[in-house]
């Protein structure tokens, strides 16, 4: 990287740190970069070294960590109409690079589950260094604490297997009946909810979803007769 890029990037992250710059400036910043070299710079941004390897903490049926590309983010960011009022949960977030470019993209505010302790300390390092606001880091098994974690909005970039996925969706289901969600899948098959409805054109590498106010009996498949 030539010295005028590298002086480019510091003032981009102090003027992140000191909060200075708005997500409509970081969008500008980041959509200036060819799209092919989108994912390097913005490792170089957020001062991201190659991904550490996977611990023992990794249960069976859990992905290990690959981080999503910076267009897969950017797609679900603008299919799910993210904006500052949000929260929005990385289910499985490993080192909160995609928690961190959906804040600085949208003002959201964002929470980090991630399973494995040394992740999640990255992920903590990541948010004092650029000293991001609202931007919190959670250990343990997503597919159990998500429903505590006050989120509008789910991101899931293939965190684990089906049954967990399934295990996710029975937990945030009684939250659905209570407020608007949106699921935001990229690479991850969905099964089929009641109280789910597709609202991102079909056949795309990411899926979102809205939850829709389905009485409790039907979305439990009861028929609810006399
Ligand atoms: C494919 S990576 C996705 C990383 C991140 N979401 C991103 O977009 O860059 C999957 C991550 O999920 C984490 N993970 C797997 N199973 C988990 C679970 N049950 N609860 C929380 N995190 C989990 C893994 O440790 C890994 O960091």
């Known amino acids: ?11 981009l992250r102090s003027r992140i740190a000191s909060g200075e710059l708005g997500a409509a400036a970081f969008r500008r ?9 989108r994912d390097a710079w913005l490792d170089r941004l957020l001062e991201l070294g190659p991904p550490p390897d996977d611990g023992p903490e990794l249960p069976r049926g859990c992905v290990p960590y690959l981080p999503c590309a ?9 299919l799910a109409g993210v904006s500052g009022s949000d929260v929005l949960v990385d289910v499985g977030a490993g080192v909160g690079r995609t928690a961190a470019l959906v ?3 949208t003002g959201a505010t ?3 589950v991630e399973i494995q302790s040394q992740l999640a300390q990255a992920a903590r390092q990541l948010q004092q260094r650029l000293s991001l606001p609202r931007f919190s880091v959670v250990e343990g098994d997503a597919a159990e604490l998500v429903a505590s ?3 509008t909005i789910f991101f899931l970039y293939c965190p684990f297997g089906q049954d967990r996925l399934q295990a996710l969706l029975d937990q945030l289901e009684p939250a659905a009946h209570a407020r608007e969600l949106r699921i ?6 969905v099964p089929p909810r009641r109280w789910l409805t597709l609202i991102s054109p079909p056949g795309r590498g990411c899926a979102v979803f809205r939850s829709t106010a389905v009485p409790h009996a039907l979305a439990n498949g009861q028929s609810g007769g006399a």
């Open 1 to 11: 990287m030539d010295e005028a890029s590298r002086d480019r990037l510091e003032r």
């Open 29 to 37: 910043a980041l959509l200036d970069v060819p799209w092919l070299e």
């Open 70 to 78: 910076v267009d897969g983010v950017l797609s679900a960011v603008d």
């Open 103 to 105: 804040q600085l993209l």
């Open 110 to 112: 964002v929470v980090s």
């Open 149 to 151: 974690l006050g989120g």
């Open 184 to 189: 935001c899948a990229v690479d991850l098959p």
